[in-house]
Protein backbone atom coordinates (compact mmCIF):
# COMPACT_ATOMS: atom_id res chain seq x y z
CA UNK A 1 0.00 0.00 0.00
CA UNK A 2 1.25 3.46 -0.74
CA UNK A 3 1.46 5.98 2.13
CA UNK A 4 2.38 9.57 2.25
CA UNK A 5 2.52 11.66 5.04
CA UNK A 6 3.25 15.53 5.20
CA UNK A 7 4.71 17.65 7.96
CA UNK A 8 6.18 20.60 8.08
CA UNK A 9 3.54 23.12 7.80
CA UNK A 10 2.86 25.57 9.99
CA UNK A 11 2.09 29.47 10.64
CA UNK A 12 4.45 31.95 9.28
CA UNK A 13 4.38 35.61 8.58
CA UNK A 14 5.03 36.82 5.29
CA UNK A 15 8.54 36.85 4.08
CA UNK A 16 9.24 33.80 5.98
CA UNK A 17 10.21 30.19 5.37
CA UNK A 18 8.90 26.55 5.73
CA UNK A 19 10.00 23.20 4.67
CA UNK A 20 7.51 20.82 4.05
CA UNK A 21 8.07 16.81 3.79
CA UNK A 22 6.55 14.27 2.33
CA UNK A 23 7.88 10.68 3.55
CA UNK A 24 6.72 8.06 0.99
CA UNK A 25 6.30 4.04 1.62
CA UNK A 26 4.94 1.27 -0.53
CA UNK A 27 5.70 2.61 -4.32
CA UNK A 28 7.15 -0.12 -5.82
CA UNK A 29 7.31 1.48 -9.93
CA UNK A 30 11.08 2.22 -10.87
CA UNK A 31 9.86 5.49 -12.16
CA UNK A 32 8.28 8.20 -10.38
CA UNK A 33 6.47 11.81 -10.53
CA UNK A 34 6.33 13.29 -7.17
CA UNK A 35 4.55 16.32 -6.56
CA UNK A 36 3.35 18.93 -4.57
CA UNK A 37 -0.42 20.63 -4.56
CA UNK A 38 -2.14 22.75 -3.00
CA UNK A 39 -5.76 23.92 -2.36
CA UNK A 40 -7.24 27.18 -0.49
CA UNK A 41 -10.26 27.14 1.08
CA UNK A 42 -12.75 27.63 -1.94
CA UNK A 43 -10.55 27.35 -4.36
CA UNK A 44 -9.49 24.25 -7.03
CA UNK A 45 -6.68 22.36 -6.05
CA UNK A 46 -3.50 23.60 -8.17
CA UNK A 47 -0.14 22.14 -8.74
CA UNK A 48 2.86 23.67 -7.01
CA UNK A 49 6.29 21.99 -7.86
CA UNK A 50 7.22 17.93 -8.98
CA UNK A 51 10.08 16.25 -9.44
CA UNK A 52 10.80 13.07 -11.97
CA UNK A 53 12.83 10.65 -10.98
CA UNK A 54 15.44 11.96 -13.73
CA UNK A 55 15.91 14.79 -11.43
CA UNK A 56 13.92 17.34 -13.93
CA UNK A 57 11.66 19.34 -11.84
CA UNK A 58 9.03 21.69 -12.45
CA UNK A 59 7.36 25.19 -11.05
CA UNK A 60 4.50 26.96 -10.74
CA UNK A 61 4.60 30.23 -11.85
CA UNK A 62 3.67 31.45 -8.57
CA UNK A 63 6.21 30.16 -6.97
CA UNK A 64 8.97 29.92 -9.50
CA UNK A 65 12.07 31.81 -7.99
CA UNK A 66 10.39 31.17 -4.59
CA UNK A 67 10.36 27.69 -3.52
CA UNK A 68 12.57 24.28 -4.33
CA UNK A 69 11.65 20.94 -4.84
CA UNK A 70 14.06 17.77 -3.78
CA UNK A 71 14.51 14.66 -2.92
CA UNK A 72 17.04 12.68 -0.84
CA UNK A 73 19.25 9.87 -2.44
CA UNK A 74 16.52 7.14 -0.99
CA UNK A 75 14.16 8.53 -2.77
CA UNK A 76 12.07 8.28 0.12
CA UNK A 77 11.09 11.33 0.94
CA UNK A 78 10.00 14.52 -0.75
CA UNK A 79 10.77 18.05 0.25
CA UNK A 80 9.46 22.08 -0.59
CA UNK A 81 11.61 24.54 0.50
CA UNK A 82 9.34 27.55 0.98
CA UNK A 83 10.92 30.39 0.81
CA UNK A 84 9.85 34.02 0.84
CA UNK A 85 6.00 33.13 1.79
CA UNK A 86 3.06 34.96 0.92
CA UNK A 87 -0.20 35.61 2.14
CA UNK A 88 -1.79 33.46 -1.26
CA UNK A 89 0.15 30.84 -0.49
CA UNK A 90 -1.67 29.99 2.53
CA UNK A 91 -3.36 26.37 1.55
CA UNK A 92 -3.44 23.03 2.66
CA UNK A 93 -0.49 21.09 0.95
CA UNK A 94 -0.47 17.68 -0.43
CA UNK A 95 2.02 15.75 -1.99
CA UNK A 96 1.02 13.31 -4.60
CA UNK A 97 2.63 10.39 -6.32
CA UNK A 98 2.71 8.40 -9.64
CA UNK A 99 4.57 7.07 -12.30
CA UNK A 100 5.37 9.36 -15.13
CA UNK A 101 3.99 10.19 -18.40
CA UNK A 102 6.04 9.45 -21.46
CA UNK A 103 6.48 11.30 -24.48
CA UNK A 104 8.75 11.67 -27.50
CA UNK A 105 11.61 10.06 -25.47
CA UNK A 106 11.17 11.69 -22.67
CA UNK A 107 9.33 11.06 -18.96
CA UNK A 108 7.49 13.99 -17.57
CA UNK A 109 5.19 14.77 -14.39
CA UNK A 110 1.33 15.17 -15.22
CA UNK A 111 0.26 18.68 -13.65
CA UNK A 112 -3.82 17.62 -13.44
CA UNK A 113 -4.23 16.54 -9.65
CA UNK A 114 -7.13 14.40 -11.11
CA UNK A 115 -4.17 12.39 -12.78
CA UNK A 116 -2.90 11.24 -9.38
CA UNK A 117 -3.90 8.14 -7.41
CA UNK A 118 -1.79 8.75 -4.06
CA UNK A 119 -2.20 10.95 -1.89
CA UNK A 120 -1.34 12.29 1.46
CA UNK A 121 -3.73 13.87 4.04
CA UNK A 122 -2.04 17.53 3.75
CA UNK A 123 -0.45 19.77 6.19
CA UNK A 124 -1.33 23.65 6.60
CA UNK A 125 0.31 26.41 6.01
CA UNK A 126 -1.03 29.87 6.92
CA UNK A 127 1.03 32.81 5.68
CA UNK A 128 -0.18 36.33 7.58
CA UNK A 129 0.54 39.90 6.47
Known amino acids: QVQLVESGGGSVQSGGSLRLSCAAS????????MAWFRQAPGKEREGVAAIASDGSTSYADSVKGRFTISQDNAKNTLSLQMNSLKPQDTAMYYC???????????????????????WGQGTQVTVSS
Open 96 to 118: AVRPPLYYSGRYSCPKDPADFRY
Open 26 to 33: GYTYSRYC
